[in-house]
């Protein structure tokens, strides 16, 4: 965590707490602790990548940012703003500026509408580019920097295939000009030789737009390439952050050594030994994130 | 609301035989309740020298007791049945539609009053509450609407709360509440459209099940009142003579179980075109 870059994202003690179950009186009983007091930051022009298993609270911290959920504790600052503060009318040029993609590109598109009228949506909310000729120009282009064609402005979702469906979502994403992208889990549900594509033109449009990008997936061989940093969540805290390089070549957590050997090796006769993580969960508990070389940051149990 | 939904749903419509029969027989009825007033006969006109005979050329479907024609009168009663369906139906829909998106969307405390509210309808026996609110109201067509339509939006609520719910998790709805959508822009927007199938097949039944309690509320002298005819009304003036002329109870019980029939079998046949298809073609 150099001190010579902008700090555009400050994530502080995070907590987001769902009720499970209420007594008969209405209070409540039962909370999952989906995230648990997760901290970090993530500077300007970067890519940071959460990676961690399913339920691990990754994809809950992209939607507490995207202000989806009100989260039970801790600070989300943006541009040094305190998102949690705002109410629904100052956060508005804020929804702008932090844009999403998500997983499913079978239902993150609306079936009713069309490619123009789906990336016009979030240009619509702002009240950008209001003449029609000029939204159907951008959108165009966009649709072009994208991979795609102009021809497909009046088509529907169901006419176009994963990878491409993805490809609307990003545009989509980008109509408003954002400084911050969600990207949660923007590959998982694509084909392998899709998801590199993918990737590579979303770093591509990283440099063209200047944009800053939260990567969440639960892989982690795309996620290395893309990333400049990468976070490890596990049971809704992180265990450890590091440059992406360091990360893969000098795990320390005992989780990210296991998540790691489970990175499959294109190979049949390769033997591969699988690290499998036993949690101490008391042990667990107690783990507080230190920074043990610069810039590598790891819980040890 | 997706094209290739409503394509399949015409398709499903066209293809079936059953579907084909109940859009033409409801085609006759609402023809022959808009076109009534062409029939010569007054069917009302008393005539006392031709009480209860048997369908005729002069008259076709017979005569009732008081030598009223009885083709006019199954004409004008299928005009006020079929009104009163379709008003009490756009009611209910309505308040359903509203009732059950409001719920479904914002949650919470108001979720929990309205369900609440509508299960303390919902237990109360809909037929009771009927003869009832029709001993202290005054019976007309707007009171028999408004008492059919407030006591049949509760199924419609529960099954269009369930399906906002749905839709509110899906991804595209993520993205717009991310994005800064307002409420309205995303209920009008996002999930309005994707319930239309759900309200046409809803709306198609609720047709159905409104006819029938006209006709029960009419067949127990609580619904549109004397000379005035409605199919439920003609059944149940028929009773009395059903040795001597068995055809007076036949022709409206027919047209009841037809009407109600062929809308309930539109209905099926609308929610199976409106489900995605799998590897059908």
């Not at chain 2, 409503?6 to 066209?14: I, M, S």
């Not at chain 2, 009534?36 to 017979?62: C, E, T």
Request: hydrophobic share 45%; glycine share 8%.
């Amino acid at each position: 965590m150099s001190e010579d870059k902008k700090v555009l994202v400050d994530v502080q003690h995070l907590k987001k707490h769902f009720v499970k179950s209420r007594d008969a009186w209405g209070r409540t009983s039962e909370v999952l602790k989906a995230v648990d007091g997760v901290s970090f930051q993530i500077n300007k022009g970067e890519t940071f990548g959460l990676v961690g298993e399913s339920g691990s609270g990754k994809s809950t911290v992209g939607r507490c940012i995207l202000r989806l959920y009100d989260y039970t504790d801790g600070t989300v600052k943006f541009d040094g703003q305190d998102l949690a503060k705002l109410g629904e009318k100052q956060l508005k040029p804020f929804r702008r500026r932090i844009q999403s993609i998500f997983q499913d590109p079978y239902s993150s598109l609306n079936p009713g509408m069309s490619v123009l009228d789906l990336i016009g949506e979030p240009m619509n909310i702002h009240g950008m580019y209001k003449d029609v000729e000029e939204r159907k120009e951008v959108i165009a282009s966009l649709l072009e920097k994208v991979g795609l064609k102009r021809e497909h402005l009046y088509r529907y979702p169901h006419e176009f295939s994963g990878g491409q469906r993805q490809r609307i979502s990003i545009a989509r994403a980008l109509s408003v000009r954002p400084d911050f992208v969600v990207c949660d889990e923007p590959i998982s549900a694509l084909d392998v030789s899709v998801q590199a594509q993918v990737v590579n033109m979303l770093e591509d449009l990283q440099g063209e737009f200047g944009l800053t990008y939260l990567f969440i997936a639960h892989d982690l061989s795309m996620v290395r390439h893309i990333s400049d940093r990468i976070g490890v969540m596990y049971r809704g805290r992180l265990v450890e952050v590091a440059g992406s390089d360091e990360l893969y070549d000098n795990p320390l957590h005992p989780y990210t050594k296991a998540l790691l050997s489970a990175i499959p090796v294109p190979d049949p006769r390769a033997v591969v030994e699988r690290v499998i993580y036993t949690p101490d969960a008391a042990a667990e508990e107690a783990a507080v994130l230190r920074e043990v070389s610069p810039g590598h940051w790891v819980a040890l149990p | 609301m997706n094209r290739t939904k409503w394509r399949n749903a015409g398709l499903e419509l066209v293809r079936s035989k059953m579907g084909i029969v109940a859009i033409a027989i409801l085609f006759i009825f609402i023809l022959g309740a808009i076109f009534a007033f062409l029939s010569p006969k007054d069917p009302n006109a008393l005539d006392a020298l031709q009480r209860l005979k048997s369908p005729s050329s002069a008259h076709w479907f017979g005569t009732d007791d008081y030598g009223r024609d009885y083709f006019a009168r199954a004409l004008y009663g299928g005009r006020v049945s079929l009104m009163v369906g379709f008003s009490a139906m756009i009611l209910a829909t309505t308040i359903g539609t509203i009732v059950g998106v409001v719920s479904g969307y914002f949650g919470g405390w108001l979720d929990n009053l309205l369900m609440r509210l509508l299960e303390v309808i919902l237990s109360i026996p809909t037929f009771l509450v009927m003869l009832l609110l029709s001993v202290f109201l005054k019976p007309n067509l707007t009171s028999i609407v408004l008492i059919i339509g407030l006591l049949m939006w509760m199924n419609m609520a529960r099954i269009i709360r369930a399906e906002t719910m749905t839709i509110l998790e899906r991804e595209y709805v993520l993205y717009a509440k991310a994005s800064g959508q307002n409420h309205w822009g995303i209920i009008f927007r996002h999930i309005f459209p994707s319930l239309v199938p759900v309200i046409i097949v809803g709306a198609t039944n609720n047709v159905a099940s409104a006819i029938m309690m006209e006709s029960s509320l009419s067949f127990l002298g609580f619904g549109v009142q004397a000379p005035n005819a409605t199919w439920g009304s003609m059944l149940n003036n028929a009773q009395g003579y059903i040795a001597q002329a068995p055809y007076l109870a036949l022709f409206p019980g027919l047209f009841i179980l037809l009407t109600v029939l062929s809308f309930n079998i539109l209905g099926d046949i609308l929610r199976v075109g409106f489900e995605p298809k799998l590897g059908k073609r």
